[in-house]
């Protein structure tokens, strides 16, 4: 990505939902002639604006809310190398030593 894109990016976060909704709007108009936009997904208008709340949670707040019922003992049991071994984890695959 670009610095340029993601200063842009950072600056529409500070929009209110209502306007980001438009300026997605207006960024996929644009964008059709180039790629194809899904006809199925609903078109943003005001009503949709007021529903999304102001500001959603992080990724982290929603694994903290995830886990924290989760008792200690068994968090301790879940494998710490998930991203390092992934491939055994998910295919079965033998462990890579390191």
């Known amino acids: 990505m670009s610095p340029k894109l ?31 936009v899904n006809p199925k997904l609903p ?9 999304i709340p102001e500001r959603g949670k992080s990724i982290w707040q929603i694994a903290e809310d995830f886990v924290k019922d989760i008792p ?7 494998p ?3 991203a390092e071994q992934h491939d055994h984890y998910i295919y079965g695959t033998p462990k890579i030593e390191a």
């Open 6 to 36: 993601a200063q842009l990016i950072q600056q529409a976060e500070n929009l209110s939902a209502e306007e980001q909704l438009k300026l997605i709007a207006h960024l996929a108009q644009k964008l059709s002639g180039i790629t194809q």
């Open 43 to 51: 078109q943003p208008d005001s009503t949709q604006a007021k529903e």
């Open 72 to 78: 200690e003992e068994e968090l301790s049991k879940l």
């Open 80 to 82: 710490s190398d998930g």
